[in-house]
Nanobody, 128 residues
Framework: QVQLVESGGGLVQAGGSLRLSCAAS????????MGWFRRPPGKEREFLAA????????YYVESVEGRFTISRDNAKNTVYLQMNNLKPEDTAVYYC?????????????????????WGQGTQVTVSS
């Protein structure tokens, strides 16, 4: 069983930055590909970024590439999402997720269906 707890959300002005953290319980966290998602108001949850369990591979959707950076510290059982140059359209509840299926060290989980553990979410609000 894995528990994920996000933190770091809040209210920020457009152009500002936030760093989200996702703390994981469970000794096998270091072997799980991880991802970040968000659910904008009134919309479906959408995939943003993924990182392999070795941290050797990362992937971003076009809307956040160049502004967001996913990283992880396996010694601290934590994955991060650094968000820069935030825009009002980035307003959403942000979730981290873990894929507990055995994967190769470079594998990136890009589909919601691949993730089986989810955090409770943290609200990010970007004002114009």
């Amino acid at each position: 069983q894995v528990q994920l707890v996000e933190s770091g959300g809040g209210l920020v002005q457009a152009g500002g930055s936030l760093r989200l953290s996702c703390a994981a319980s469970g000794r096998t966290f270091s072997r799980y590909p991880m991802g970040w998602f968000r659910r904008p108001p009134g919309k479906e949850r959408e995939f943003l970024a993924a990182i392999s369990w070795s941290a050797g591979s990362t992937y971003y959707v076009e809307s956040v590439e160049g502004r967001f950076t996913i990283s992880r510290d396996n010694a601290k059982n934590t994955v991060y999402l650094q968000m820069n140059n935030l825009k009002p359209e980035d307003t959403a509840v942000y979730y981290c997720a873990a894929d507990s299926t055995s994967r190769s060290s470079w594998y990136l989980s890009r589909q919601q269906s691949e993730y089986d553990y989810w955090g409770q979410g943290t609200q990010v609000t970007v004002s114009s």
